[in-house]
């Protein structure tokens, strides 16, 4: 079974620019969620989707970032106007089920620097 | 305001001998709790976890051990091995139906030296 999958896996973008980050969940994951890292710190939740509804967005930033799912398979995290304090690296993360028992399967995550 | 700190940020060990990570966290109503392991350029892989109504649970080298009382939580590899070399988080479940919101630990580099 393929992993989960996000792209692009670097992005480097100047301040004000627009990045739209992509994720693949495993085939069958209902529940999809986006975490990030900041510069070598702990790794936060940003939000989380059951099939195309968001579920928890607690952990978003500000308005400056969006997150859609449309249809309920992959799903697109979008920084716009993007600032320097938006490097870091985000991952995605899918599960079948929400529960104990469902641990969380991340992917490889995205790197973003924005200059 | 970190609910989950891992004071240790790296840790070094020799190959066969035993590793102890740690994590301590703040609220007593924290249910579930568990530890991945990530390489460079990959993601968090889960490792092992724990329910709030036990002590311990192992599975093979890997050891997790919860103090309630301490809310401390410690992850024992035993024997360490130079594959074993990653960064180790530790995280926990607040309880409710956050299934999927995961508070994690800075993370500690695991260092294991043949």
């Known amino acids: 079974e393929a992993g989960v999958t996000q792209f692009p896996s670097h992005s480097v973008i100047e301040k004000g620019q627009t990045v739209t980050l992509r994720c693949d969940p495993i085939?069958?994951?209902?529940?999809l969620y986006w975490y990030r890292r900041v510069m070598g710190k702990e790794i936060k939740f940003l939000l989380h989707?059951?099939?195309?509804?968001?579920?928890?967005e607690s952990g978003m930033p500000n308005n400056r970032f969006l997150a859609e799912r449309t249809g309920g398979t992959y799903s697109t995290l979008k920084v716009q106007p993007a600032e320097l304090e938006d490097s870091g690296v985000y991952f995605c993360?899918?599960?079948?089920?929400?529960?104990?028992?469902?641990?969380?399967?991340f992917g490889n995550g995205t790197r973003l620097t924005v200059t | 305001d970190q609910q989950v700190k891992q004071n240790s940020p790296s840790l070094s060990v020799q190959e066969g001998r035993i590793s102890i990570l740690n994590c301590d966290y703040t609220?007593?109503?924290?249910?579930?709790f568990l530890w991945y392991k990530k390489y460079p350029a990959e993601g968090p892989t889960f490792l092992i976890s724990?329910?709030?109504?036990?002590d311990k649970n192992e599975d093979g080298r890997f050891t997790v051990f919860l103090n309630k009382s301490a809310k401390h939580l410690s992850l024992h590899i035993v024997p360490s091995q130079p594959g074993d070399s990653a960064v180790y988080f530790c995280a926990v479940y607040p309880g409710g139906t956050s299934y999927g919101k995961l508070t994690f630990g800075q993370g500690t580099i695991l260092t294991v030296h043949p």
């Open positions: 989707f059951v099939k195309e509804s968001k579920q928890d």
């Open positions: 993360a899918s599960s079948q089920v929400g529960g104990y028992n469902s641990p969380l399967h």
């Open positions: 724990i329910s709030s109504i036990k």
């Open positions: 609220n007593s109503m924290f249910d579930y």
């Open positions: 085939s069958g994951h209902d529940n």
